[in-house]
Nanobody, 124 residues
């Protein structure tokens, strides 16, 4: 099973990026998926999660109103649209999936599969 994240890059503050994550090796259409991030010198933290049907989404307070998570089950993919980016959003972003849960992810302990990460750098 692989989760391949892409779409990271360098952007100025106030700009936008769209991260994509494509899963292969098994389907996650009945499972929760999400995004976490890890900034230099900090622990990995929850960013957003989306339930199996796409009908339930949850966000960290720090990104609420700026980021939008979505998914396309036929493509076995999850996305993260990031708008109004801030320098404090700079981090490696990891997509994540759980085969134990269908609703939401709370912490890294809920995750069964991690992607390799994609770097997002926001300049001031």
């Amino acid at each position: 099973v692989q989760l391949q994240a892409s779409g990271g890059g360098l952007v100025q503050a106030g700009g936008s990026l769209r991260l994509s994550c494509a899963a292969s090796g098994r389907t996650f259409s009945r499972n929760v998926m999400g995004w976490f991030r890890q900034a230099p010198g900090k622990e990995r933290e929850f960013v957003a999660t989306i339930g199996w049907s796409g009908g339930s989404t949850y966000y960290a307070d720090s990104v609420k109103g700026r980021f939008t998570i979505s998914r396309e089950n036929p493509k076995n993919a999850v996305y993260l649209q990031m708008n109004s980016l801030k320098p404090e959003d700079t981090a490696v972003y990891y997509c994540a999936a759980s085969i134990r849960y269908s609703g939401r992810l709370y912490t890294g302990g809920d995750v069964d599969y991690w992607g390799k990460g994609t770097q997002v750098t926001v300049s001031s």
